[in-house]
């Protein structure tokens, strides 16, 4: 049986974490394992908990949204984050996106999308509520010219350029090995490759490369 999705909460606004604690515990596939009302101690909990999935807010006092999914790569890098957040804060999407998000969902959407949200990254995929959200970050991405790293891209093999999309897209070394029924050590050779032939190390420039030439979409 698959385990649990373990989730920590991270919102300077207590009544709304009990509520999204509350509809959680709805489902027996997921649990909540820490609730904190700033980024400060989100850290701390996520080195004690870790967990799966982080869902933040962006305004909170102290460390904002931004800067706390930065500070997690370090504290717990296997973690994924949702950023749960009302329509003024998209101005920080492609911030955020840069900083690694796994998903984004509006605090006006329905429980039901906030649930689907943890679905889809809990199974290593990305997840934004509204595309519109996501025009202004696709634009600014668009805009920069091409690089030697997406020209790199035309050097990876046919094997690299399937990891190469699996990553982008959010999914594990280990995911992606047990779904090309490879080993983890194969995987990891071929992400150095890749990294290489692309000159960057960093997984959020993966993902831009990638939604510049078409191979994953949002």
Do not use: W
């Amino acid at each position: 049986m698959k385990p649990q999705c373990r989730i920590l909460l991270i919102d300077d606004h207590k009544l709304l974490m009990e509520g999204i604690r509350s509809l959680i515990s709805t489902r027996k596939d997921m649990t909540v394992v820490g609730m904190a009302a700033s980024g400060e101690e989100g850290l701390r909990m996520a080195a004690r908990t870790s967990p799966h999935i982080v869902i933040m807010d962006i305004s909170m006092p102290g460390m904002n949204g931004v800067e706390c999914t930065r500070a997690l790569r370090g504290v717990c890098p296997e973690a994924r984050v949702i950023i749960y957040t009302m329509h003024a804060d998209q101005r920080f999407l492609l911030e955020l996106f840069q900083a690694g998000i796994a998903g984004h969902v509006l605090k006006e959407d329905a429980p039901s999308v906030l649930l689907e949200a943890i679905h889809e990254v809990s199974e290593g995929r990305t997840f934004f509520s509204h595309s519109d959200a996501c025009a202004p970050m696709l634009a600014l991405l668009e805009q920069r010219p091409a690089t030697a790293q997406e020209e790199g891209v035309g050097k990876l093999s046919r094997r690299e350029k399937e990891i190469f999309t699996m990553l982008a897209d959010g999914q594990s070394l280990r995911m992606i090995a047990e779904k090309l029924h490879i080993s983890l050590k194969t995987v990891e050779a071929h992400k150095y490759n890749i990294c290489n032939k692309l000159q960057t190390s960093s997984l959020s420039e993966l993902t831009k490369i990638a939604l510049r030439n078409g191979l994953i979409s949002i």
